[in-house]
């Protein structure tokens, strides 16, 4: 075996773009494509939300596939490169045409359109993440230089949707003169390009280097894999119950702004949420995490965020349900939301990481690929779920674009809403505390441990 040189500052620096590009493009599908087809161009939410569910069920098949080709791939740039490169390409044009739907495009062919074109979405994505991911521990050493690096990556991940969040609607009315439909298509297309740029310059500035040969095994054995890898298996579980919570409320946030909160003006408001709120997430990712992290370790920050997020959404319902009329009101729940995310999306990759480790000395393979492409599904698999639910409730409570925005306010439309992006996700989160508290044993003295076990077996 090869032994691991110290990352270098332009390895870091590029793969941390490359995180940021990949997290644009996630952003922008995941926040915004039900708003696309749903409020824009008019489909049905409910047939929204049964295409985007759709799309996930054939991710369970997809996926883990995806993860044994990446293992099985050699070639003279490496196993994980030549997928990064390829699934980056075919993403970003799917990406742009995805939300350049043709106005030619009515009825039954409208709804095919999105069918067709979110599902190569999902495929394309998975052939990029997967191997992005998986690269993690395949070039760098356990304990603190991982650490690092996922920390650096997820940081840089969350910059990429704080941008998408921050940016998206102001440059879609900017691009389109006013008309949504037009600054979605122009808008697309800039992230596309700024995603190929971005994830080349990882391809070409990371070197991979040597570690154990990966296992190529079969479905079957895949899924066996899996199952006996007991804390991989609970931090996807987690991953499902924190992401599926947090996108309900990005899914359902900007039609709380404008059919409920900002009324008329809500164009205005939304913007300036969002510029605080991803701010926030950059921050708590880049200073909030590392300070916090100094004095507690990684499962106490880990219990700590989702307190922090539950606490902002209790507050976030009580606001609601009064006669507030500016939005630095919502800063408060803002914070504790935004700052909460920043810092789960960093720990979840951390505690993933580490259970590869876990799983080579139990197992006695080391699974990279297999365990991240559980990753890149059930982050996929929580954004379905969580569109599932934003379409019902827009559809329950007849939310659209027909709303008459002056009357909505004072029906039961509101109410609504107001419950579903709040009180399903402390639900969520709260089931994430318990199910993590009953079975996630990885502490750090324990990575520790898995550390110098993983570097006798290379030994060997």
């Known amino acids: 075996m090869e032994s691991k040189k110290k990352l270098t500052g332009g390895e870091k620096i590029s793969y941390g773009l490359g995180a940021v590009g990949k997290d644009m493009v996630y952003m922008l599908s995941a926040s915004y494509i039900l708003y696309y087809y749903q409020d824009i161009l008019g489909v049905k939410a409910w047939i929204m939300g049964i295409i985007l569910m759709a799309a996930r069920v054939f991710d369970a098949f997809n996926d883990p596939i995806m993860g044994i080709v990446v293992a099985k791939t050699k070639t003279r740039w490496g196993k994980f490169r030549p997928w990064l490169f390829i699934g980056t390409v075919t993403n970003a044009v799917v990406l742009y045409l995805m939300f350049a739907t043709p106005v030619s495009v009515t009825g039954s062919g409208l709804v095919a359109y999105a069918a067709v074109f979110y599902i190569l979405w999902g495929v394309t994505y998975t052939m990029m993440d997967i191997p992005y991911w998986s690269m993690i521990p395949a070039f760098t050493e356990g304990g603190k230089e991982r650490e ?3 920390t650096l990556a997820r940081s840089c991940a969350g910059v990429g949707s704080a941008i998408i969040t921050i940016v998206t609607m102001i440059a879609v009315q900017a691009l389109g003169a006013g008309d949504e439909r037009v600054g979605f298509k122009w808008f697309a297309l800039i992230i596309a390009v700024l995603f190929i740029v971005f994830e080349g310059l990882a391809c070409v500035m990371i070197k991979e280097r040597s570690t154990v040969d990966m296992d190529t095994p079969g479905i079957g054995q895949m899924f066996k894999a899996l199952i006996s890898n007991d ?3 609970t931090i996807v579980v987690a991953i499902v119950l924190i992401n599926t919570s947090i996108y ?7 039609y709380f702004f404008k059919y409920d909160f ?7 408001s939304y913007t300036l949420f969002n510029t605080f709120g991803g701010a926030i997430q950059i921050l708590s ?3 909030l995490f590392p300070i916090i992290r100094k004095i507690l370790d990684t499962i106490k920050v880990f219990y700590l965020s989702l307190i922090m997020a539950i606490v902002g959404y209790a507050t976030l319902l009580i606001l609601a349900f009064t006669n507030m009329s500016s939005v630095y009101l919502l800063f408060v729940p803002g914070f504790f939301i935004f700052a909460a995310n920043g810092m789960l999306t960093v720990l979840t990759t951390i505690f993933l990481a580490n259970t590869v480790d876990y799983g ?3 197992n006695g393979s080391r699974d990279e690929s297999v365990i991240f492409s559980m990753q890149t599904f059930v982050v996929k698999l929580a954004s379905g779920v969580a569109a599932l639910v934003a379409s019902i409730c827009l559809s329950v409570f007849n939310i659209s674009e027909d709303t008459d925005v002056a009357a909505t306010a004072a029906t039961s439309s509101v109410v609504g809403l107001r419950m579903t992006m709040t009180v399903i996700p402390v639900i969520g989160l709260v089931a994430a505390i318990f199910y993590y508290k009953a079975h996630y044993i990885l502490t750090e003295e324990k990575v520790e441990e898995l550390a110098r076990k993983v570097e006798e077996i290379h030994a060997k």
């Open 285 to 287: 990712m880049m200073i």
């Open 248 to 254: 309900i409320t990005s899914n359902l946030v900007i």
């Open 148 to 150: 690092g690096l996922s």
């Open 231 to 233: 804390q991989a298996m």
């Open 360 to 362: 080579e000395v139990k």
């Open 262 to 268: 900002g009324g008329e003006a809500w164009y205005a």
